[in-house]
């Protein structure tokens, strides 16, 4: 099983800058997807970023510019810096690992709460 436990959420205002982190623990196989997603209140789940252990990475359109995802393999953690952070921005935001094989696993964190002031 596999435990991802995220942090650096919190209360910002608009323009600023906030930092999340995510580590993984557990049995981790080697080839793995981490990644990013938010939800804000009454909207759907949606992708921010994620980042492949080779480091490959993908954005969301509507963060591109602004948030840098990076990922630690020796540590299994993955940050997510967001710059210029909007009001329409406030969500949780999950922290997702995605196994990089057939039948592979998806395991999700509890999540931790954004608010963007304006």
């Known amino acids: 099983q596999v435990q991802l436990k995220e942090s650096g959420g919190g209360l910002v205002q608009s323009g600023e800058s906030l930092r999340l982190s995510c580590t993984a623990s557990?049995?981790?196989?080697?080839?793995?997807?981490m990644s990013w997603y938010r939800q804000a209140p009454g909207k759907q789940r949606e992708l921010v970023a994620s980042?492949?252990?080779?480091?490959?990475?993908n954005y969301a359109d509507s963060v591109k510019g602004r948030f840098t995802i990076s990922g630690d393999n020796a540590k299994n953690t993955v940050s997510l810096q967001m710059n210029s952070l909007q009001p329409d921005e406030t969500a949780v935001y999950y922290c997702?690992?995605?196994?990089?094989?057939?039948?592979?696993?998806?395991?999700w964190g509890q999540g931790t709460q954004v608010t963007v002031s304006s």
């Open positions: 980042i492949t252990r080779e480091g490959s990475t």
């Open positions: 557990g049995r981790l196989f080697y080839l793995y997807t």
């Open positions: 997702s690992l995605s196994e990089s094989r057939s039948f592979g696993k998806v395991y």
